[in-house]
């Protein structure tokens, strides 16, 4: 059974900080990757959705990528910001491509 | 503006009292599903569709029932609830298998 795993749990940076977020996962046949960030008590934004295909993914101050063999996948996120706060969701498709598998998610805070 | 919707967003009621969750997207997805989120459990699927008129059970579908009888349209049915369905629930789409999931803004449910 396929199950994701985020390191660390929580992380406080200052701002201006470049940074890694992890993911890993148990499964390496994966369909498709996608990172959320979530803020606190609301929903689920899509960030970036990595296929499998690939092995990396941009979108502005985000890059991220992701490496099968080894059941990991990585977001760098570039010159942090204080509203880049928030919990960071990391999530891989089934290999029916019907459900997406949940990590726990790292909090992130960035300070100014 | 693309999205995902989701009635009420916040819910208290009774043990065994029947409830429904309504969800609609406006994006012309055929993929539609639930999820739940509790502390320490992640995200799960509760239950998805593919297209109208086909539904499936996701990893936590007891006590739940859905209908997709139109293809905008994903409500969730609970039809006797329970404390143990106290939960935030999240509705979403994308428009086919295994891409890019968008999240509603989440039903936040008390069941006493």
């Known amino acids: 059974k396929q199950e994701v795993t985020q390191i660390p749990a929580a992380l406080s940076v200052p701002e201006g900080e470049n940074l890694v977020l992890n993911c890993s996962f148990t499964?390496?046949?994966?369909?498709?990757l996608q990172w959320f960030r979530q803020d606190p008590g609301k929903g689920l934004t899509s960030l970036l959705l990595?296929?499998?295909?690939?092995r990396e993914q941009t979108s502005g101050r985000l890059n991220a990528s992701l490496d099968k063999s080894s059941g990991r996948s990585t977001l760098y996120i570039a010159a942090s910001q204080p509203g880049d706060s928030a919990t960071y969701l990391c999530?891989?498709?089934?290999?029916?491509?019907?459900?997406?598998?949940f990590g726990k998610g790292t909090t992130l805070s960035v300070s100014s | 503006e693309a999205q995902v919707t989701q009635n009420p967003r916040y819910l208290i009621t009774v043990t065994g009292k029947k409830l429904t969750v309504t969800c609609s997207q406006n994006m012309n997805h055929e993929y539609m599903s639930w999820y739940r989120q509790d502390p320490g459990l992640g995200l799960r699927q509760i239950y998805y569709s593919m297209n109208v008129e086909v539904t499936d059970k996701g990893d936590v579908p007891e006590g739940y029932k859905v209908s997709r009888k139109e293809k905008r349209n994903f409500p969730l049915i609970l039809e006797s609830p329970s404390p143990n369905q106290t939960s935030l629930y999240f509705c979403?789409?994308?428009?086919?298998?295994?891409?890019?999931?968008?999240f509603g803004p989440g039903t936040r449910l008390l069941v006493l």
């Open positions: 999530a891989v498709y089934n290999q029916a491509g019907t459900a997406l598998i």
């Open positions: 979403a789409s994308s428009q086919n298998r295994a891409e890019t999931q968008y």
């Open positions: 499964d390496s046949a994966i369909y498709n």
């Open positions: 990595i296929q499998s295909s690939q």
